[in-house]
């Protein structure tokens, strides 16, 4: 009987160690898995810190932006100088009618005074910057003038204005690019003659 006993204890001692390790196992696997869901816990904090960081610094951005723009609409007003925010672009838009004469890639008298304002925005408030002068066209075809598309007017008038910007009042060239679209980047309809006077002009594109 005694005997018995002590086979009966020795049975529970070990049936509790077994538990005990059990446990002591399950603790540590907690342990861990709490260390681990920590340390998730901790990355996702700090990469939702750095997306807000972004986002408040893109909206400083933007914001920074649409006040740069309302001074410039304030200091061009009456020129016919448009001024807005595109896709983090300052634009100074001219229409070819204060730049151009039909058909013409030569800046006329009232052009030259035009770009004499722009140039001078350009070189008191984006001194270093790069610019991108970029000509449009409405859809007509340009056979009368001599011009073999569109497209090649547009380049035309953009080097015409980036000349102008470079050799007349001296922005360094190496912060001048151009571009032509012709008439495949219209802002207004080409169906009606407002449409296409919106479409007849050239943009001053502010890098960032």
Same mark, same amino acid.
């Given at each position: 009987?005694? +005997? %018995?006993?002590?086979?009966? %204890?020795?049975? %529970?001692?070990?049936?509790?160690?077994?538990?005990?390790?059990?446990?002591?196992?399950? &603790?540590? @696997?907690? @342990?861990?898995?709490?260390?681990?869901?920590?340390?998730? =816990?901790?990355?996702?904090?700090?990469?939702?810190?750095?997306?807000?960081? +972004?986002?408040?610094? @893109?909206?400083?951005?933007?914001?920074? %932006?649409?006040?740069?723009?309302?001074?410039?609409?304030? &200091?061009?007003?009456?020129?016919? *100088? #448009?001024?807005?925010? &595109?896709?983090?672009?300052?634009?100074? $838009?001219? #229409?070819?009618?204060?730049?151009?004469?039909?058909?013409?890639?030569? =800046?006329?008298?009232?052009?030259?005074e035009t770009?004499?304002?722009?140039?001078?925005?350009?070189?008191?408030?984006?001194? $270093?910057?790069?610019?991108? *002068?970029?000509?449009?066209?409405?859809?007509?075809?340009?056979?009368?003038?001599?011009?073999?598309?569109?497209?090649?007017?547009?380049?035309? +008038?953009?080097?015409?204005?980036?000349?102008?910007?470079?050799?007349?009042?001296?922005?360094?060239?190496?912060f001048v +690019?151009?571009?032509?679209?012709?008439?495949?980047?219209?802002?207004?309809?080409?169906?009606?003659?407002?449409?296409?006077?919106?479409?007849?002009?050239?943009?001053?594109?502010v890098l960032?």
């Amino acid at each position: 009987m005694h +005997r %018995q006993m002590l086979d009966d %204890q020795d049975q %529970q001692l070990a049936a509790y160690k077994a538990e005990s390790d059990n446990l002591r196992n399950e &603790r540590e @696997r907690i @342990r861990a898995e709490n260390a681990a869901l920590s340390d998730q =816990l901790s990355y996702e904090q700090q990469r939702a810190s750095e997306i807000q960081d +972004r986002l408040s610094a @893109r909206e400083a951005a933007f914001q920074q %932006q649409d006040s740069e723009v309302a001074d410039l609409q304030a &200091r061009l007003a009456g020129s016919g *100088v #448009e001024v807005e925010s &595109r896709g983090g672009f300052i634009v100074l $838009g001219v #229409e070819s009618n204060l730049t151009f004469a039909s058909g013409k890639a030569d =800046l006329h008298k009232k052009g030259m005074e035009t770009m004499d304002l722009v140039a001078g925005v350009l070189m008191e408030s984006y001194a $270093g910057k790069t610019f991108w *002068v970029e000509g449009h066209t409405d859809s007509d075809q340009p056979k009368k003038s001599g011009w073999k598309s569109n497209l090649a007017l547009s380049v035309n +008038r953009a080097l015409s204005v980036a000349d102008y910007l470079v050799f007349e009042k001296g922005i360094e060239s190496q912060f001048v +690019r151009i571009a032509g679209h012709g008439e495949w980047d219209p802002k207004g309809e080409n169906s009606d003659k407002e449409g296409k006077a919106r479409n007849r002009r050239v943009e001053i594109l502010v890098l960032p």
